[in-house]
């Protein structure tokens, strides 16, 4: 029964309703060292979050919000490695030549970030400090939806959520 909340309606009736219960996929979490921030169901590119997770992963914390912060102005590109079909070059790119500017997944990456400085900072370590040691993006619920076409016939356009989660910990 921990997986429901229970609300009631108008009358005296009891509803329940189910709640999702999230874990995250990095093993060996100690809560004395490790610090962790998550952002469930965000409404990005699959693709998009895949890249910036990948380009984020053994950054510090500061450094990593700065470079959020660029790809959000369009002043830094992120090299798409997986996802490089049709996808332009960018000369400021060094090593890998195929890059985007993902704006709007930056805009809710940057959000998960500051949640993750924050919950630094309530643990006690310092924020300068911090190191990026786990950053996954994966594919959460798809909203379905239907585009009507010809002859009484639809196609289907649906659209995935996304998962993102951050762990840290404190360089010596």
Do not use: W
């Not at 093993?27 to 469930?40: K, M, N, T």
């Amino acid at each position: 029964m921990s997986n429901f909340i229970f609300t009631t309606l108008a009358g005296s009736s009891l509803r329940y309703t189910l709640v999702p219960q999230f874990a995250y996929t990095f093993e060996g979490y100690d809560p004395a060292i490790h610090v962790r921030a998550s952002g469930r169901e965000l409404n990005i590119s699959p693709k998009a979050a895949r890249e910036i997770c990948l380009a984020l992963k053994g950054m510090t914390l500061s450094k990593a919000i700065s470079f959020i912060e660029k790809v959000e102005t369009m002043d830094a590109p992120v090299a798409f490695r997986r996802h490089k079909l049709k996808v332009g070059h960018r000369s400021e790119l060094v090593g890998f030549p195929t890059g985007s500017y993902p704006v709007k997944a930056a805009g809710r990456i940057l959000g998960v970030l500051q949640n993750l400085r924050g919950n630094c900072e309530f643990k006690g370590l310092d924020p300068e400090r911090v190191r990026l040691i786990h950053s996954s993006a994966k594919a959460g619920r798809a909203i379905k939806d239907y585009v009507p076409r010809a002859h009484g016939r639809s196609s289907p356009n649906f659209h995935v959520l996304v998962h993102v989660e951050f762990v840290a910990r404190e360089a010596q």
